[in-house]
């Protein structure tokens, strides 16, 4: 595709770091609007957002780093240059996530009701951010022969070139959208706080572990060849979602 979206000289503006940023911008605004619709401190949740914003690239850069630990302690400069592609989203969920509920706790913020206004930002930031993966390569998929498959021809690409691959970042944008709309959708039916928040992260981790058996980069794998770093995360993910989701919904029944 087109890795480097401009280029001035020395001056290079990737195309994977627009659309990462173009991402949160549009996350950060709809959360914004989703907390003053909710009633809640919106110039808070707002400052919030921006922590969220560098925890979560923290985060991501992090667990990449340590699942590509031979390459970068080969090249430890590589590690700062986070623009040309190198994030795993669960790294940067984690840490933004504890994160977010220290923030929350210092401001007598309602954790979960914030929560469950994050979430859709999350799930559209997700969606505009991995089309920056497609476009720098990163992220690729495993050789095929579907009638959709994707065929990157720029050199500087981080996927193979002249090879057909399932477009793996196309498939996760799309698994963002879906998830957005069914939160949309469950916005106005829920019945507890935190029930937006971790149906995203029961939605997520499924949607993931199941795109990551079409994805053919080297990202690590917790169990050799079985499960990938993502796949093995996802599992608790989905398990932890799905007890809160329990918990929540036991609690407030019982009250």
Avoid at 6 to 22: C, D, M, N, R
Avoid at 65 to 71: D, H, N, P, Q, T
Avoid at 202 to 217: C, M, N, P, Q, V
Wanted: charged share 15%; with cysteine; aromatic share 18%.
């Amino acid at each position: 595709m087109h890795p480097v979206l401009l280029e001035f000289g020395f001056i290079k503006i990737f195309t994977y770091g627009v659309f990462v940023a173009s991402g949160f911008f549009v996350a950060i605004v709809l959360a914004g609007w989703q907390a003053k619709a909710e009633g809640l401190d919106q110039e808070k949740v707002l400052d919030l957002c921006f922590y969220i914003l560098v925890a979560a690239i923290l985060g991501a850069r992090l667990l990449y780093v340590l699942v590509e630990y031979k390459y970068f302690s080969a090249n430890p400069l590589e590690i700062f240059k986070f623009w040309k592609g190198g994030l795993v989203y669960y790294g940067g969920l984690i840490l933004g996530a504890l994160v977010s509920f220290f923030y929350m706790r210092k401001h007598n913020m309602p954790v979960w009701k914030v929560a469950d206004v994050i979430a859709p930002s999350l799930a559209i930031g997700q969606a505009i951010g991995r089309w920056g993966c497609f476009f720098a390569g990163c992220c690729y998929g495993k050789k095929t022969e579907v009638s959709w498959a994707i065929v990157f021809t720029d050199a500087k690409s981080l996927a193979p070139i002249n090879i057909p691959l399932h477009p793996t970042q196309i498939y996760l944008s799309l698994n963002a959208l879906v998830i957005l709309g069914i939160l949309v959708w469950l916005r106005k039916r829920k019945t507890f706080d935190g029930q937006i928040f971790w149906a995203y992260g029961a939605l997520y981790s499924i949607g993931r572990f199941l795109i990551e058996f079409f994805r053919g980069d080297d990202r690590g794998f917790a169990v050799e060849g079985v499960l990938s770093t993502s796949q093995f995360i996802g599992i608790f993910t989905l398990a932890i979602s799905l007890l809160m989701l329990f918990s929540l919904r036991s609690f407030k029944t019982a009250r």
